[in-house]
């Protein structure tokens, strides 16, 4: 059975920073891309970044490019999300995904979902 477990969520002040955690279970690592989405009360759910972890090909939504970088650790099976100078427009619940097929932006390539974790950030 394929897990995803998040963690790392809190409330933070408008410009700190948090790390969240996506430890995967039930699946070889290898063979599966994991994407971070988060989703907003009253919005649609969006794509934050992803990483192909066979080989580190990464991408970052243009609206978290250079504030929010997203890692793996092969040996953990963990995958990461740096969060910098965190705004309001933040603050969503954040999950985590594995797409056994292809990777991106797009929630439909993913196969298996985390139950999330929220962020919330205050001005």
């Known amino acids: 059975e394929v897990q995803l477990v998040e963690s790392g969520g809190a409330p933070v002040q408008a410009g700190g920073s948090l790390r969240l955690s996506c430890a995967a279970s039930?699946?070889?690592?290898?063979?599966?891309?994991i994407g971070w989405f988060r989703q907003a009360s009253g919005k649609e759910r969006e794509g934050v970044a992803c990483i192909v972890n066979r080989d580190g090909r990464a991408s970052h939504a243009t609206s978290v490019k250079g504030r929010f970088t997203i890692s793996s650790d092969n040996v953990k099976n963990t995958v990461y999300l740096q969060m910098n100078n965190l705004q309001p427009e933040d603050t969503a619940t954040y999950y985590c995904?594995?797409?056994?097929?292809?990777?991106?932006?797009?929630?439909?390539?993913?196969?298996?979902w985390g139950q999330g974790t929220q962020v919330t950030v205050s001005s």
């Open positions: 995904a594995a797409a056994t097929a292809g990777w991106g932006n797009l929630a439909s390539s993913y196969d298996y």
């Open positions: 039930g699946v070889t690592f290898d063979d599966v891309a």
